[in-house]
């Protein structure tokens, strides 16, 4: 089945500056794959996703990139903002999985003042 | 982008007691809703997938029996926990999928304490 590996686990950024997690994904036959934010308590957010047929999404202060051949996908977050603080997960879900998502382990993100 | 409205966001119950968790797609028809456990500082573990008209398909671990999953209509699936115990508490949250992109919302969870 697929697996989901996160990096970094926390996170740590100045307000202003970039932040980047990553994700590696282990079958070659996953084709979506989206990020999420969680708040405190919350239920997590759809923010941005990106399917196999495209290398790069772009919206607003979020992009997501993808590289099949290495098989991992990188969210950047520019000039971040402290209501960006929050956890995020990376997923997949894998062709002929019945869209069932795989998650991530998850990056807390703290944006500092 | 698309609403699943989950209810209730918080419940407290006694030992033994059975709890019912709503979860509904309010703007889009849902054909397959997922629900998931989270425990603190941890990922999502998907607990079942829940067909529309059908038995759910439950993950390895998940007993179905205690579990009680029910998906009458495109807009609702319910979870109940049963014979719920202190073990059983976590924050369960749930998905609906959109038909058309494939993609997943999730409702904002419940969190369940069982004393």
């Known amino acids: 089945g697929e697996n989901v590996e996160q990096h970094p686990s926390t996170l740590s950024v100045q307000e202003g500056d970039s932040a980047v997690i990553k994700c590696t994904y282990s079958?070659?036959?996953?084709?979506?794959f989206p990020w999420y934010k969680q708040e405190l308590g919350k239920g997590p957010q759809l923010i941005i996703d990106i399917r196999s047929n495209v290398g790069e999404k772009k919206d607003q202060r979020i992009a997501v990139t993808l590289n099949k051949t290495a098989k991992h996908f990188s969210l950047h977050i520019t000039e971040t903002q402290p209501e960006d603080s929050a956890v995020y997960f990376c997923a997949a879900i894998p062709t002929g999985g019945g869209n069932k998502l795989t998650f991530g382990t998850g990056t807390q993100l703290k944006v500092e003042l | 982008g698309a609403v699943v409205s989950q209810h209730p966001s918080r419940v407290i119950c006694k030992s033994g007691t059975s709890v019912k968790i709503e979860c509904r797609s309010l703007d889009f028809q849902a054909t397959t809703m997922f629900w998931y456990r989270q425990f603190p500082k941890q990922s999502l573990m998907l607990m079942a997938t829940s067909n529309e008209g059908s038995k759910a398909t439950y993950e390895q671990g998940v007993e179905k029996d205690k579990f009680l999953i029910n998906h009458a209509s495109l807009t609702l699936s319910t979870l109940t926990v049963t014979s719920a115990h202190p073990e059983d508490s976590s924050f369960y949250i749930c998905s609906a999928e959109d038909r058309f992109g494939n993609i997943q919302y999730f409702g904002a969870g419940t969190r369940l304490s069982v004393l």
């Open positions: 079958d070659s036959a996953s084709n979506y």
